[in-house]
């Protein structure tokens, strides 16, 4: 049973958009959903504002996001928060954004505990600022017995910096005869990725109308459903994501394989 959604503005909206919920309900639910959050510059420059101003707004969305998503039962979302080519940014745009993690969890972290969140992190933890990596810990500490959705957060992370890392540690496995090169599979490998404990993403989400995946989770989205939107991130609001999960609804994953019916041909 989800908790009805007091999201939309007037009486009609609000009775469409829970039937909306109801029947997303009724269906099988992305259990991991992963999302680019693109646009946050491009909101800022449309208002004449400082780019650092649409990443505080997308701070905004990643709450109405992470509520609405638990209120979905979705187990794990994964944001796309700071990847290793995002420091290529100046500093002062790099210092706000590792700044917000400190921000969001200060003013909700009561919230997600009191909604069952478990907050956890990928990424390359080394290179994160002191407050930075604090208040992640914090959270993930205060969370980590909670057991609705997982708000896990990339940051400082990479696909292919991922990839090289575990081939780092099977090929150390491999020269300490812990593994032999006849054991490598797929499933065994993904124990080796940042990921080990996650399914892979059944929904990738992009905003802003960029048609690519900017080094994100390039193992684990193989087989995953893609959703784009022009959307920009600030402005992506539950509509939007009711949207791409009815949407994901609508698809038939085959993995390679046939469906039923086609088997049948
Ligand atoms: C890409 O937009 C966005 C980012 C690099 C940062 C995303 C971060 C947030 C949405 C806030 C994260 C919040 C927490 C709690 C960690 P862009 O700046 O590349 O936009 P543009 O393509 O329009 O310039």
Known sequence: MFKKLKLWNTPEKQTTMNERVTRILDHPIPEHVAIIMDGNGRWAKKRALPRVAGHHEGMRTVR????????????TLTLYAFSTENWKRPKFEVDYLM???????????PELIEENVKVTMIGDRSRL???????????????????GLNLNFALNYG???EIIDAIK???????????????????????????????DPDLL???SGELRLSNFMLWQIAYTELWFTDVLWPDFSETQ???AVE???????RYGGLNEEESKR
């Open 169 to 199: 540690h099977l090929a150390a496995d491999i020269k300490n005869d812990r593994l032999t090169p006849d054991e490598i599979t797929d499933s065994c490998f993904s124990r080796y990725l940042m990921t080990q404990s996650l399914s």
């Open 241 to 243: 994501l009711i949207e």
């Open 205 to 207: 989400i992009r905003t």
């Open 247 to 253: 949407a994901f609804q609508q698809r038939t994953r």
């Open 64 to 75: 109405k996001i992470t509520m609405l998503a638990n209120q979905l039962n979705i187990k």
């Open 129 to 147: 600022p002191q407050k930075t990596k604090r208040a992640v810990d914090d959270a993930i500490r205060k969370t980590e017995e909670n057991t």
């Open 99 to 109: 700044g917000l993690p400190e921000e969001f969890l200060g003013s909700f972290l």
């Open 159 to 161: 696909g292919r910096a």
